[in-house]
């Protein structure tokens, strides 16, 4: 039981905590950072369209939510190593950059799927936000964290 129980925590720590420069690892961390970024982008959307913001200024708020989110998760759970090329500052503006694409992805998807073929802006957020999370990741450790 004992061992068992030390295996499970090393899984964990190796999964969650300890720095690594794994893809496969840094793209699992991504992954379950994304999913809080996406509650709290997705619920920032959904509680300005119900106070009355058009779906797309609603997206593009809520999207600042969702990248200030991101970006100190994945620092601290993600991409560990800092961007010293560019220092914090240009660290951010470049990770805002890459998301500012990811946004505009965003902004593509939920546009076609509600504005052209009528479906509900929530599930448009959920699925541009799985092509995004793969654009984001990618974009994020070729061009910043390689």
Do not use: C
């Not at 993600?78 to 914090?88: H, L, M, N, P, Y």
């Amino acid at each position: 039981m004992e061992n068992e129980q030390g295996a499970v925590k090393h899984i964990i720590q190796k999964l969650f905590v300890t720095p690594t420069r794994n893809t496969l690892v840094q793209l699992f961390r991504y992954a379950f950072v994304g999913g809080i970024a996406f509650l709290a982008d997705a619920g920032s959307l959904f509680l300005l369209e119900k106070a009355g913001l058009h779906y797309l200024i609603a997206a593009a708020l809520a999207f600042l939510v969702g990248l200030t989110v991101n970006f100190f998760l994945s620092k601290r759970f993600v991409f560990s190593e800092d961007a010293r090329r560019v220092g914090r500052a240009g660290e951010f503006v470049a990770y805002g950059l890459i998301g500012l694409a990811g946004l505009g992805l965003t902004e593509l998807i939920m546009y076609l799927m509600t504005g052209v073929f009528g479906v509900y802006f929530m599930l448009s957020k959920i699925v541009s936000a799985a092509i995004v999370l793969l654009w984001n990741f990618a974009a994020r450790k070729l061009f910043l964290y390689r």
